[in-house]
């Protein structure tokens, strides 16, 4: 890397670096000030009709607003996602800097992230962008190069910690064949105000490299209207080598299928110009005009040659109108057919959301119809949304066995193969669901007592949910199996009723080691 670099080397964009574009996403998942208060992005997502007079374009968009039906989606599964936080464990047993890793993953005298907090932030940054990115360091230091692990340990410096990195803020990189990152350039833009006698009207641009083994930075400052020019040359103001053999920058990339804001964003700006076209014309529809339709002129009827005779008069309670018998006066208001179309195409709209992303059970539709929809249906509903969330975990997981991976490494640890747990299991029926179609079976007889206790353990399980551990879970299921036989169903077959009553007064004992479904676990 050489010592200084013409600025205009720092201003290249990756060709996948679409900062616009991401603009409209970030402000279609927000709402609110962030797409209704920016007249560049409001310009973008919701624009000017062609022939539209500048005047009508500013009232319409002093009145739009926006429905955030895209925001809402996106952190629901992000929610259901981390309902439950995954656990890591390591062989051989891993360092214990690892367990304070996880409680807080953030840089030294930050203010404290876990792991899991990462992740979400930078799983719903990748459900908007489709990426998102992590930064690995150590502390830097200065003076002596460590004597060996323990100076190092001693003096602070194997304390790894990780960052959430924008992807705008991700401005080049580089792969290998493989894929892997040869280098990457990142850019931190802000404009600080010492104190209150400075003005905020510079701008400071840190920009940081790193590759493999090295990395370099640079800090530029200049006036908001006054940029450097593009052959000036940059020093560096610190450099230096890293010991993580990787580029210490991991993205998060999401498959297409999984980027839900790619799928959303064109719909969720249909649905708000629609929307707000809608709004517009029923506003001012409220307003009718009044009209007058002058009959013909008549030589015999003076009344009929006055062209003003509409406007001449006052309109009012306790006032009388006078006009020719063949005049008609009337309110005028536009068509409102199209209304019913417009709301009904909206409904789809909004559905299509949904449906998009695999997220109809998430439908904000309340009709009867759709409030009646069997058990089966939310049921395939909810499948569909498991199926997202299992996929979404795989990445997730691999996601942190990387970033495990780059700091041991970082850190000279011996190897460790970490397990995760979690992100692999998501209920796919709803405890409303699993009711009605309790209520179905209970109208069907299936002459089975351990199908009818797999049935009804079920929905406790499903009416606990994490409120249980895995002990009282055994003793629901022992207590259902005591409870329900086979001679309870009539024409039942008979069988051995010496060992069947005394495995039925057998009592569950809550000691008993058991799996994560309340099976007991049989002694090997």
Not at 463 to 471: E, L, Q, S, W
Request: glycine content about 6%.
């Amino acid at each position: 890397m050489p010592e200084a670099v013409p600025y205009r080397q720092f201003k290249v964009l990756h060709p996948e670096h679409d900062a616009r574009y991401w603009a409209r996403c970030r402000a279609l998942y927000s709402g609110g000030r962030r797409l209704l208060g920016d007249d560049a992005t409001m310009r973008d997502v919701f624009p000017q009709h062609p022939v539209e007079a500048q005047a009508v374009y500013e009232q319409r968009r002093r009145r739009a607003y926006y429905i955030n039906y895209a925001g809402s989606i996106i952190d629901m599964i992000v929610a259901e996602l981390f309902a439950e936080q995954f656990s890591l464990t390591g062989q051989p047993a891993p360092d214990a800097f690892y367990s304070a890793f996880f409680d807080d993953c953030s840089r030294p005298g930050g203010a404290g992230l876990a792991l899991n907090d990462l992740l979400k932030q930078q799983v719903r940054t990748a459900r908007q962008l489709r990426r998102a990115g992590t930064l690995v360091e150590l502390p830097e230091h200065s003076g002596p190069t460590p004597a060996d692990r323990l100076d190092e340990e001693r003096r602070g410096l194997r304390g790894a910690y990780c960052s959430a990195v924008e992807p705008e803020c991700v401005r080049d990189w580089e792969h290998d064949p493989d894929g892997e990152l040869l280098w990457v350039l990142l850019a931190f833009e802000r404009r600080p105000r010492p104190d209150l006698l400075v003005r905020r009207d510079h701008v400071e641009e840190e920009l940081v490299w790193y590759s493999r083994d090295e990395w370099v930075r640079w800090q530029i400052q200049y006036p908001t209207d006054k940029p450097p020019p593009d052959n000036e040359l940059i020093p560096p103001v610190a450099s230096g080598v890293h010991s993580f053999g990787a580029v210490p920058v991991l993205p998060l990339e999401l498959p297409d299928g999984l980027w839900a804001m790619g799928k959303l964003e064109s719909l969720a700006a249909a649905h708000m110009n629609q929307r707000v076209a809608l709004s517009w014309a029923q506003h001012k529809s409220l307003y009718p005009f009044l009209a007058h339709f002058a009959g013909p002129e008549d030589p015999a009827n003076p009344a009929t040659a006055d062209p003003d005779r509409a406007i001449n008069q006052t309109y009012g309670q306790g006032y009388i109108a006078r006009f020719p018998v063949d005049d008609r006066i009337q309110y005028i208001s536009p068509d409102s057919s199209t209304y019913q179309f417009s709301r009904d195409d909206l409904a789809t709209l909004r559905d299509e959301m949904y449906r998009v992303v695999h997220h109809m059970a998430m439908s904000v539709d309340n009709s009867a119809a759709a409030l009646q929809r069997s058990a089966a249906s939310k049921s395939v509903d909810r499948g569909d949304t498991a199926t997202v969330l299992r996929a979404l975990g795989q990445v997730i997981v691999k996601h942190v066995l990387r970033m495990l991976e780059l700091v041991g490494r970082g850190r000279r640890d011996p190897a460790v193969t970490w397990t995760v747990k979690g992100m692999d299991s998501f209920n796919s029926d709803t405890l409303a669901s699993l009711l009605e179609m309790a209520q179905i079976l209970d109208t069907v007889e299936v002459p089975s007592a351990a199908f009818q206790v797999d049935a009804k353990f079920k929905l406790a399980k499903a009416y606990m949910g994490t409120d249980v551990d895995v002990a009282r879970l055994a003793l629901y299921r022992k207590e259902l199996e005591m409870r329900i036989t086979n001679e309870q169903f009539s024409g039942a077959p008979k069988g051995d009723e010496g060992d069947e009553n005394d495995e039925q007064s057998a009592e569950p004992d809550e000691n008993a080691d058991v799996d994560a479904d309340g099976d007991e676990v049989a002694e090997q």
